[in-house]
């Protein structure tokens, strides 16, 4: 691509390159002469160099930038003058021809002279030759400014290796990267429609331009496809580790999976964002800048955080426990560090702040195996309770999914204001408590009834006293 560059990239005597950074001229010559040199070897070449040899080598691409440069203005210059021509050209053509319609207008119906006639076609022809001559020569000058873009950007590229290893080393490089900024680019005209249309496509089919824009973005999907399905191999292959060699939670190992697979896709977008090209040194540093304010703006944030990590480490509860937590009773669906979501039994997802949870009392209702069913049934005064009592224990002895171990407790155990309350304590899987409380509660109502026993409801006793008037 740097073919038509006319000189070597260092002066072998040293140069005045270096002379307008200060650079020393009694140092000795630096080592890189090939304004071809491939991107990658520039980098080894560079990368043992001083900044002093960095200062110099970085003025000497400078200089080879800066004529290229001017190359290119000159041939716009040249764009601009033949367009120029072109447009002259053709208003002489237009009043030459005014002038002959107005000769013939003149004379009526009189016949032109064959030499006019002769002289006219001579004329007409010579334009059309310089018409042709100069399109072609705009059509080369064209073709000449993008390649000479071509090679200012290959220029450029080679500049910015040398200006981030003086970087490296202490060097100053602002200057030259503003100029680079400046220059940089694809530039159209577009007073000339066959001048941008040419510059675009110039650029499109370029090397340096259209292609290498297209090898980007191809890179930068080809990585960010990649990095995805690591991410979710590496999410896989650490719940696996998680679930057979470390005994934690269910909501620990999907937060600490899906953190390393997010973080994960972010190295590998920011590799993607280098592959367009895309400096990310300043992306980093304005996170890290802002990393105080946005902390003090998220502070109830981070409360959750906090309390997210402690139930985390505590373990009170985890995924398909049913949990009355933060003022909510529902089942536990997922976590992450801020919040907590419940799925409720009528199907409502909710979110309850982790702060809200670890800051209250957490009730896990299916934390243990099994859990005693709590009943109380009230007879009337004038029944039989301690036929009462048999029948309720008949019932929950012959339910299959009562447990025998720990056994079922029956027990009169009030003489409340309008009944006699029986206890009845049964035991069940977890699972199965809701199913015994109310097939306990249905059977027992229909065997009460069977036997005439009744089931009272509150109810007050009103006594009226008569006072006989005749008496006061």
Same mark, same amino acid.
């Given at each position: &691509?740097?073919?038509?560059?006319?000189?070597?990239?260092?002066?072998?005597?040293?140069?005045?390159?270096?002379?307008?950074?200060? $650079?020393? $001229?009694?140092?000795?010559?630096?080592?890189?002469?090939?304004?071809?040199?491939?991107?990658?070897?520039?980098?080894?070449?560079?990368?043992?160099?001083?900044?002093?040899?960095?200062?110099?080598?970085?003025?000497?691409?400078?200089?080879?930038?800066?004529?290229?440069?001017?190359?290119?203005?000159?041939?716009?210059?040249?764009?601009?003058?033949?367009?120029?021509?072109?447009?002259?050209?053709?208003?002489?053509?237009?009043?030459?021809?005014?002038?002959?319609?107005?000769?013939?207008?003149?004379?009526?119906?009189?016949?032109?002279?064959?030499?006019?006639?002769?002289?006219?076609?001579?004329?007409?022809?010579?334009?059309?030759?310089?018409?042709?001559?100069?399109?072609?020569?705009?059509?080369?000058?064209?073709?000449?400014?993008?390649?000479?873009?071509?090679?200012?950007?290959?220029?450029?590229?080679?500049?910015?290796?040398?200006?981030?290893?003086?970087?490296?080393?202490?060097?100053?490089?602002?200057?030259?990267?503003?100029?680079?900024?400046?220059?940089?680019?694809?530039?159209?005209?577009? $007073?000339?429609?066959?001048?941008?249309?040419?510059?675009?496509?110039?650029?499109? &089919?370029?090397?340096?331009?259209?292609?290498?824009?297209?090898?980007?973005?191809?890179?930068?999907?080809?990585?960010?496809?990649?990095?995805?399905?690591?991410?979710?191999?590496?999410?896989?292959?650490?719940?696996?580790?998680?679930?057979?060699?470390?005994?934690? $939670?269910?909501?620990?190992?999907? &937060?600490?999976?899906?953190?390393?697979?997010?973080?994960?896709?972010?190295?590998?977008?920011?590799?993607?964002?280098?592959?367009?090209?895309?400096?990310?040194?300043?992306?980093?540093?304005?996170?890290?800048?802002?990393?105080?304010?946005?902390?003090?703006?998220?502070?109830?944030?981070?409360?959750?955080?906090?309390?997210?990590?402690?139930?985390?480490?505590?373990?009170?509860?985890?995924?398909?426990?049913?949990?009355?937590?933060?003022?909510?009773?529902?089942?536990?669906?997922?976590?992450?560090?801020?919040?907590?979501?419940?799925r409720t039994f009528d199907n409502q997802t909710i979110h309850v702040p982790n702060n809200s949870i670890w800051n209250n009392v957490i009730t896990n209702i299916t934390a243990n195996e099994n859990r005693r069913v709590d009943m109380e049934f009230g007879i009337g005064y004038g029944d039989d309770f301690e036929q009462a009592e048999q029948i309720i224990l008949e019932v929950v002895k012959s339910h299959d999914l009562v447990l025998e171990d720990p056994a079922p407790v029956v027990v009169t155990h009030a003489l409340a204001d309008s009944s006699v309350n029986i206890v009845c304590r049964p035991w069940a899987k977890t699972g199965d408590w809701w199913q015994v409380k109310t097939d306990v509660t249905r059977a027992v109502k229909r065997r009460f009834d069977e036997a005439g026993i009744s089931i009272p409801f509150?109810?007050?006793?009103?006594?009226?006293?008569?006072?006989?008037?005749?008496?006061?």
């Open positions: &691509m740097l073919a038509s560059c006319p000189i070597p990239l260092l002066a072998q005597s040293g140069g005045d390159s270096g002379s307008d950074s200060g $650079s020393d $001229s009694s140092l000795p010559a630096v080592r890189i002469s090939d304004p071809q040199i491939p991107i990658d070897q520039l980098q080894i070449k560079v990368k043992p160099m001083t900044k002093s040899e960095l200062q110099r080598e970085a003025d000497a691409w400078f200089a080879l930038l800066r004529a290229k440069g001017g190359q290119i203005a000159e041939a716009r210059l040249g764009v601009k003058q033949v367009i120029s021509d072109l447009e002259t050209t053709a208003a002489e053509a237009t009043e030459a021809a005014g002038a002959t319609t107005g000769s013939e207008a003149a004379d009526g119906a009189a016949e032109v002279e064959v030499a006019e006639v002769g002289a006219a076609e001579v004329e007409a022809a010579e334009v059309a030759a310089a018409e042709v001559e100069m399109a072609e020569a705009k059509q080369g000058l064209l073709a000449d400014v993008n390649v000479l873009q071509d090679e200012r950007t290959a220029l450029s590229d080679r500049l910015e290796v040398v200006l981030d290893s003086l970087e490296l080393k202490g060097g100053e490089a602002e200057e030259y990267r503003s100029y680079l900024a400046a220059v940089s680019g694809i530039e159209l005209d577009t $007073s000339d429609v066959q001048t941008a249309w040419s510059g675009f496509v110039g650029w499109l &089919m370029s090397r340096e331009g259209g292609q290498r824009w297209a090898w980007n973005l191809a890179r930068f999907v080809a990585i960010l496809v990649i990095t995805s399905i690591i991410a979710r191999i590496i999410a896989k292959i650490v719940n696996w580790l998680l679930d057979r060699k470390v005994k934690i $939670s269910q909501l620990a190992e999907r &937060m600490i999976s899906n953190s390393i697979k997010n973080v994960v896709f972010v190295i590998g977008f920011a590799v993607a964002l280098t592959a367009l090209e895309i400096d990310i040194t300043p992306i980093v540093a304005a996170i890290g800048a802002t990393g105080l304010v946005v902390g003090l703006a998220l502070q109830g944030t981070l409360s959750n955080f906090a309390s997210g990590l402690m139930i985390l480490v505590n373990r009170p509860f985890d995924v398909g426990n049913v949990v009355t937590a933060g003022g909510i009773t529902g089942t536990v669906d997922k976590m992450n560090l801020i919040s907590t979501t419940f509150p109810q007050r006793d009103v006594y009226v006293h008569q006072v006989d008037a005749a008496k006061k």
